[in-house]
């Protein structure tokens, strides 16, 4: 199988995973050894062992929509709206592969913002959304 169709679907079942809460098959995608790091907070998560008992004891209710998914070789970027306690967050994951496995993971966070009325002859809504306003 072509390494590229594997990693992808590694990837799908790695976010199917973290929407049902199957913490195990969640992390099954990570290297041992995988780092997770979170810029904006200043974190660092070394080893498989250690992201899974971060990500499983996260106290609110999660729910995982992947947006997209690109890449190829050895870098895979995943965008997705997780949803914290029904709050949306929009994510990008960046994965880092070797040998199969993530060995080194950036995760970015942001929150919905309203677009300022300066824009709205400028924009158009993205595909099945509506633009929200400031």
Known sequence: MDPDIRTRAALEEHWRASER?????????????AILD?????ER????????????????????????????????VSECVITY???????VSIMEF????VVHETQYFADAFGAPEWRTALAEPMPGRNIATA
């Open 38 to 42: 979170y810029p904006q907070s200043g």
């Open 85 to 91: 306690n029904g709050v949306p967050s929009y994510s």
């Open 45 to 76: 998560f070394r080893c498989r062992a250690t992201i899974s008992a971060q990500r499983g004891g996260h106290p609110a209710s999660r729910h995982f929509t992947v947006l997209r998914i690109v890449g190829s070789r050895d870098l895979w």
């Open 21 to 33: 809460g199957d913490t195990e098959a969640e992390h099954a995608i990570y290297a041992a050894d």
């Open 98 to 101: 070797a040998h199969g496995h």
